[in-house]
């Protein structure tokens, strides 16, 4: 059974900083790819930030380049994400995403291919 522990959501100030953790039980690969989503009430989801730990690579959604950054925790199957400058538009569900796998992320939108999702953890960004 595929277990998500997610954590780090909250209300901060605009310009401020969270750090959003994930970790993952269940699976038996050394290899995976595992990332974040955001979705807003009656959008789309919207791919934040991914890794694989088959080659390192990562991927980004284009709002959050170079404000963002998403690395690997000690255990396996543990992912950070630190959001940095944080603006009103970054106010989301942030799920976390995995998916056991022996290929990249890059170029990828940290979406398709990620089968797995947790329930999410609120982000809201507000003065």
């Known amino acids: 059974q595929v277990e998500f522990v997610e954590s780090g959501g909250g209300l901060v100030q605009p310009g401020g900083s969270l750090r959003l953790s994930c970790t993952v039980s269940?699976?038996?690969?050394?290899?995976?790819?595992m990332g974040w989503v955001r979705q807003v009430p009656g959008k789309e989801p919207e791919g934040v930030a991914c890794l694989s730990t088959s080659d390192g690579s990562t991927a980004f959604g284009d709002p959050v380049k170079g404000r963002f950054t998403i690395s690997r925790g000690d255990a396996k199957w543990t992912i950070y994400l630190d959001m940095n400058t944080l603006q009103p538009e970054d106010t989301a569900r942030y799920y976390c995403?995995?998916?056991?796998?022996?290929?990249?992320?890059?170029?990828?939108?940290?979406?398709?291919?990620?089968?797995?999702w947790g329930k999410g953890t609120l982000v809201t960004v507000s003065s």
């Open positions: 995403v995995a998916d056991p796998r022996t290929r990249g992320v890059a170029g990828t939108n940290c979406i398709v291919g990620m089968d797995y």
């Open positions: 269940g699976f038996n690969s050394d290899y995976y790819a």
